[in-house]
């Protein structure tokens, strides 16, 4: 089994910033990438954005040049720096772990708890 902690959600004013992290732990072999989602009320999920262990990103339209996705691999943690926050970020963030487990060797897909994230005008 694998688990996933995250921090760093709360409240700000538009224009802020906040700063996510997400740090796994458990039967890792290898992680192949981490990402962070979200969903606001009566939304769906939506991808934010996504790294692989090697560095490749990948961002949602709406955060382009606003987010930033980082990976620490020793630490198994990924963060996501959130500048330039709009209201419309408003909803709760996801950390998603695409895992390949030790001993099985498969590729499982784990999800944190969701932290809270709002941006008030």
């Known amino acids: 089994q694998v688990q996933l902690v995250e921090s760093g959600g709360g409240s700000v004013q538009a224009g802020g910033s906040l700063r996510l992290s997400c740090a796994a732990s458990?039967?890792?072999?290898?992680?192949?990438?981490m990402g962070w989602y979200r969903q606001a009320p009566g939304k769906q999920r939506d991808m934010v954005a996504v790294?692989?262990?090697?560095?490749?990103?990948n961002y949602a339209d709406s955060v382009k040049g606003r987010f930033t996705i980082s990976i620490n691999n020793a630490k198994n943690t990924v963060y996501l720096q959130m500048n330039s926050l709009k209201p419309e970020d408003t909803a709760v963030y996801y950390c998603n772990a695409r895992i390949i487990e030790r001993g099985s060797y498969r590729l499982a897909d784990y999800w944190g708890q969701g932290t809270q994230v709002t941006v008030s005008s």
């Open positions: 790294i692989t262990s090697g560095g490749n990103t």
């Open positions: 458990g039967n890792i072999f290898r992680i192949n990438d």
